[in-house]
């Protein structure tokens, strides 16, 4: 049974920084998209930004320049480095791993920008 576990949500002050790690427990399959969403209090999910497998990455217009994803294969791992927050990226972000027949969820980490 393959989890994601997340880490490195908190509270910080606009402008700060945050790295948020996922790890996936168990084999994965190599050929997988790993990615970040949230969802804000009232809102949708939403994609943050992705990352494919050949490095490749699609990134929110939202964050475009503020956030920066990426990943270490040999520790089944996702990061999502985000600087320059803003109070509007107050949301609980979820990893998202998936490849064909898959589709796996962590368990979301709070994120709150706020002086």
């Known amino acids: 049974q393959v989890q994601l576990v997340e880490s490195g949500g908190g509270l910080v002050q606009p402008g700060g920084s945050l790295r948020l790690s996922c790890a996936a427990s168990g084999s994965i399959f190599s050929d997988n998209i790993m990615g970040w969403y949230r969802q804000a209090p009232g809102k949708q999910r939403e994609l943050v930004a992705r990352i494919f497998n050949t490095d490749s990455t699609n990134y929110a217009d939202s964050v475009k320049g503020r956030f920066t994803i990426s990943r270490d294969n040999a520790k089944n791992t996702v990061y999502l480095q985000m600087n320059s927050l803003k109070p509007e990226d107050t949301a609980v972000y979820y990893c998202?791993?998936?490849?064909?027949?898959?589709?796996?969820w962590g368990q979301g980490t709070q994120v709150t920008v706020s002086s």
């Open positions: 998202n791993v998936r490849w064909v027949g898959r589709d796996l």
